[in-house]
T-cell receptor, first 114, second 113 residues
Framework: AQSVTQPDIHITVSEGASLELRCNYS??????LFWYVQSPGQGLQLLLK??????LVQGIKGFEAEFKRSQSSFNLRKPSVHWSDAAEYFC????????????FGGGTRVLVKP | KAGVTQTPRYLIKTRGQQVTLSCSPI?????VSWYQQTPGQGLQFLFE???????NKGNFPGRFSGRQFSNSRSEMNVSTLELGDSALYLC????????????FGPGTRLLVL
């Protein structure tokens, strides 16, 4: 069965500093990979996705992620964090054989210090 | 295009009652999935509907059920509510037919007392 691990439950970063959120997955084939962001009391907003091709993908709000098959990782990065980036971030794997049923990691809560 | 809409946004029920939540997908989307989000278990897949047929089901008891209508709108029902059913229930839609990206609604927050 597929699984997703986000090792960091909380991350605190200063405004303007860089951010990297880790995601490791377990899946038998090339996965569909996603990063979603959730603000308090809100649903999930898609930041970016990887299906195939270029392993560095660009998303919205200045985020990017790199797929590394050898490390089974899909880490999310942002060069300079804004206070509005404070939220919870979820990595997810899509299961192709099951209509893209998503398996989510536990999430990483990002706090931004002024 | 309007996004995924869910009604109601907030709901309070008591144990033993049943509840029905509604989801309207993005116009043109034919697949609707439901997820439960709790602090303890995180985000878990409930089921997916496509063309009024359930295509996949997560590991939830039979008290959780759903359906999809011909206009792609979907409802999920939880019978005999338990305290542990308190959660944010998220609906997601996608066009289907090869498009794998799911777009989520704002969720329905259910509190069971």
């Amino acid at each position: 069965a597929q699984s997703v691990t986000q090792p960091d439950i909380h991350i605190t970063v200063s405004e303007g500093a860089s951010l990297e959120l880790r995601c490791n997955y377990s899946y038998g084939a090339t996965p569909y990979l996603f990063w979603y962001v959730q603000s308090p009391g809100q649903g999930l907003q898609l930041l970016l996705k990887y299906f195939s091709g270029d392993t560095l993908v660009q998303g919205i709000k200045g985020f990017e992620a790199e797929f590394k098959r050898s490390q089974s990782s899909f880490n999310l990065r942002k060069p300079s964090v804004h206070w509005s980036d404070a939220a919870e971030y979820f990595c997810a794997v899509g299961e192709k054989a099951a209509g893209n049923k998503l398996t989510f990691g536990g999430g990483t809560r990002v706090l931004v210090k002024p | 295009k309007a996004g995924v809409t869910q009604t109601p946004r907030y709901l309070i029920k008591t144990r033993g009652q049943q509840v029905t939540l509604s989801c309207s997908p993005i116009s043109g989307h034919r697949s609707v999935s439901w997820y439960q989000q709790t602090p303890g278990q995180g985000l878990q897949f409930l089921f997916e509907y496509f063309s009024e047929t359930q295509r996949n089901k997560g590991n939830f008891p039979g008290r959780f059920s759903g359906r999809q209508f011909s206009n792609s709108r979907s409802e999920m029902n939880v019978s005999t509510l338990e305290l542990g059913d308190s959660a944010l229930y998220l609906c997601a839609s996608r066009p289907a037919g090869g498009s794998e990206t799911q777009y989520f609604g704002p969720g329905t927050r259910l509190l069971v007392l």
